[in-house]
């Protein structure tokens, strides 16, 4: 006589443990695919411009800073005679089209005969590269330059003392100069503009003040949560709620975490900083025009009201 099975199995079991498997593996991977997009880079054209400036190679002949120099050799009728070249700053060039004309030509009209009796020179890049990208280098060269015009740090340009937080290009100047004291482009970015490593973060970096990567972190530009964010080095938002425990995860295992600036603010100067960050994010990713347009604001004293 045949016994009965000790654990009667249900008779679909069969088909059922499949369906599940596979119920299993498409959720897996729907959430393997949405936090692949999640992780999708958002790259302003300084950041980009950065990465460009390195892979197309700028560097063999042009120092990172004026400190560092770079062999070249000029004929002066038979002579060849010593001569560095300069680095992307040493020019002082804030005009988009100058330095669009040498990345395009590898040498502007009004260059060319000096240019010819250079030891190296320089190569076009116009068939390398292309307009949007040499618009990022561009950017990227106008943003970088800031640092030293501008300084850093203790050296950064004075803050004028106000009571209300200024508004339009007011609060552009004296935004910037506090970020620069305070070091926010440190990690954030020259003007915000993001792209600065950090092993272990959410997208491999520390984003800037524009964009969907400031709009999540900020609870989309909630004042509050800015203000929170500098308090603590932390966002309240982004770590409660449904998905906060991997925001957390991310934040606590991250290489560089953000400093909390509580007491090393003053509250103006958090106000200040708050309506900064959230006129950068209206404005959004800069381009090199945009950035052109700001320096001569930063360069004067006073902006005008
Ligand atoms: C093979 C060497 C070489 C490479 C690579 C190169 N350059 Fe140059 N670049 C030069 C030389 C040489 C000059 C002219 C320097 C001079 O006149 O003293 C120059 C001049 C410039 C100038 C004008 C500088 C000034 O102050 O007058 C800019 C801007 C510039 N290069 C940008 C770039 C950028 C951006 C890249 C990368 C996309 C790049 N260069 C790659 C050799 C190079
Ligand atoms: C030592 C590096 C560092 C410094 C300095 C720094 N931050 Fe951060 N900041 C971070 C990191 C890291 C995050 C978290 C980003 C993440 O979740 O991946 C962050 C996040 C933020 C956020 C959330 C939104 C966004 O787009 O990143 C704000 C707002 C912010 N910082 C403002 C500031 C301000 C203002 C200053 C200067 C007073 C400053 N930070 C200085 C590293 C820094």
Redesign the pocket.
């Known amino acids: 006589m045949e016994k009965p099975p000790l654990t009667a199995a249900p008779k679909n079991a069969g088909r059922i443990l499949p369906i599940i498997l596979v119920l299993l593996l498409v959720l897996g991977l729907g959430g393997t695919i949405l936090l692949q997009i999640e992780k999708q880079p958002e790259l302003a054209p300084v950041g980009r411009g950065a990465k460009l400036a390195e892979s197309a190679g700028c560097f063999a002949c042009h120092g990172r800073g004026d400190g560092e120099k770079r062999f070249n050799l000029r004929r002066r009728e038979d002579q060849w005679a010593a001569k560095n070249n300069p680095s992307l700053w040493e020019g002082d060039i804030t005009k988009v089209d100058e330095l669009v004309e040498w990345i395009t030509n590898g040498v502007t009209a009004d260059e060319v005969e000096k240019h010819k009796r250079l030891f190296i020179k320089m190569p076009a890049y116009k068939d390398r590269l292309k307009s949007d990208e040499i618009d990022a280098i561009a950017a990227w060269v106008l943003a970088e330059g800031l640092k030293s015009s501008q300084g850093v740090g203790s050296s950064a340009k004075p803050i004028e003392e106000t009571h209300q937080s200024p508004m339009g290009d007011r609060l552009l100047v004296q935004g910037d100069r506090?970020?620069r004291k305070?070091?926010?482009y440190?990690?954030?970015g020259e003007l915000?503009q993001?792209g600065v490593a950090?092993p272990a973060?959410?997208?491999g970096?520390?984003?800037?003040?524009?964009g969907q990567?400031?709009r999540k972190?900020?609870a989309n530009g909630d004042r509050t949560?800015?203000l929170h964010?500098?308090d603590h080095?932390?966002?309240a938002a982004?770590e409660s709620g449904l998905l906060g425990g991997i925001?957390k995860k991310?934040?606590d295992g991250?290489a560089?975490?953000?400093?909390g600036?509580r007491d090393?603010?003053t509250a103006p100067e958090k106000e200040l900083?708050?309506d900064y960050?959230l006129l950068l994010n209206q404005t959004g990713p800069l381009s090199a025009k945009a950035i052109q347009r700001i320096i001569p604001l930063l360069e004067s004293e006073k902006a005008s009201p």
């Open positions: 506090l970020s305070y070091g926010c440190q990690c954030h915000g993001g950090n973060s959410f997208k970096y520390i984003p800037g003040f524009f990567d400031f972190l900020t949560e800015i964010w500098i080095g932390r966002g982004v925001a991310y934040l991250q560089i975490p953000m400093p600036y090393q603010l900083l708050a960050l």
